[in-house]
């Protein structure tokens, strides 16, 4: 009898050996991941190497780099998630103050929106778009594209099925962002040059009309329900309050000396719009229940441009150009809670859903 159990033993410990735990080990213990898969991952742009730089989220680590070509800059997805959209454009960078005669001429044979297979993991084509696209937009139905052409001052329609530019719509100079309506029905696009926004009514496939919002405007979001748009006006630190309905500036809100901004986003819920603020440093949080400003949150990267959010509302990520790095913001407690390096000179971040 005493052999029986013995033997009953010894089998029970090599089962357990084999299954790569021990007798005294929780039962569940070696089910638990050291980094469960995430339900999402980012996407940066990466102006300067012209490449993808690809990061996990439960690790927060840098897991692919993928070639796009010259000058990767706006980043969206398909509504299906299948594809990624890129921006890239063959002109030369040229900042505030830089005497265009000096530059090199442009390469229009770069200039479109790349094609990225998510599944493939590269680049797999690119549609002509007109000249030096910056910033795009896709319809609801995925099936257009909206860009802004920014040397030519004006908004391209592509169809991508056919890969052709159906209509060029003329707006206002340094056309830069690009933002569909939550509904479908419009497309904003911002003027650097005149100060304005252009109203693109998507069914008549016509600019509607153009109102003023302040100098320098570069980028709009919206909230969920469509009824107000937040626009950033780099040269004087505000943020513009749009009513998206009239299509009417509201209200701007003033930030701190220094703080530049950028790139808006708006929380998954509604109840914040998130600020860029470049060369300030600062995520500038709003609340858009009452259109105030609550607080500035430090991104410890230098010019902070192109930023996205967490499906769950939870984490910002930033592309810090110059310092060639992507913060992790903690939305909670508003703190850095890593900086992970990327290529040279990211530019946009998107967070995609798997």
Not at 39 to 59: C, K, M, Q
Not at 69 to 92: E, M
Not at 163 to 191: H, M, N
Request: charged share 25%; glycine share 10%.
């Amino acid at each position: 009898m005493m052999g029986s159990k013995r033997s009953l033993l010894i089998a029970f410990a090599v089962l357990i050996a084999a299954c790569g735990g021990s007798p005294s080990e929780p039962e569940d213990g070696a089910a638990v991941e050291a980094h469960p898969e995430a339900s999402y991952r980012v996407y940066v742009t990466n102006e300067e190497s012209g490449d993808l730089t690809i990061i996990d989220p439960a690790t927060l680590e840098v897991v692919s780099t993928a070639p796009l070509g010259k000058r990767p800059r706006g980043i969206h997805a398909s509504p299906d998630g299948k594809t990624i959209y890129v921006a890239l454009s063959g002109s030369p960078p040229s900042p505030p103050g830089v005497d265009e005669s000096t530059l090199p001429p442009p390469d229009r044979s770069a200039d479109g929106i790349g094609i990225f297979d998510v599944a493939q993991n590269k680049l797999v084509k690119l549609i002509k778009s007109g000249t030096d696209p910056e910033e795009f937009a896709l319809s609801k139905d995925g099936s257009l594209l909206y860009v802004s052409n920014e040397d030519a001052a004006l908004a391209s329609i592509v169809d991508i099925a056919t890969e052709e530019i159906i209509k060029s719509l003329p707006v206002a100079g340094e056309p830069e962002g690009v933002t569909l309506t939550p509904d479908g029905a419009f497309v904003y696009v911002t003027s650097e040059e005149e100060g304005n926004i252009f109203v693109i009514d998507t069914a008549k496939a016509e600019v509607l009309k153009h109102f003023d919002v302040g100098p320098r405007p570069r980028s709009v979001a919206f909230l969920p329900d469509g009824t107000k748009g937040y626009v950033t006006l780099e040269t004087v630190g505000q943020i513009a309050v749009v009513d998206a309905v009239k299509h009417e500036l509201t209200k701007t809100i003033q930030l701190e000396k220094g703080n530049r901004p950028m790139k808006a986003i708006v929380s998954p819920d509604g109840s914040r719009a998130y600020v860029s603020t470049g060369r300030g440093g600062n995520i500038a949080v709003v609340d858009t229940a009452t259109d105030e400003l609550v607080k500035l949150i430090p991104t410890d990267g230098t010019r902070t441009w192109g930023i996205d959010i967490s499906p769950d509302g939870r984490t910002i990520f930033t592309a810090n150009g110059p310092s060639g790095d992507v913060s992790v913001i903690d939305v909670v407690s508003g703190t850095v809670t890593k900086k992970i390096p990327a290529g040279a000179k990211p530019w946009g971040v998107l967070t995609l859903p798997r």
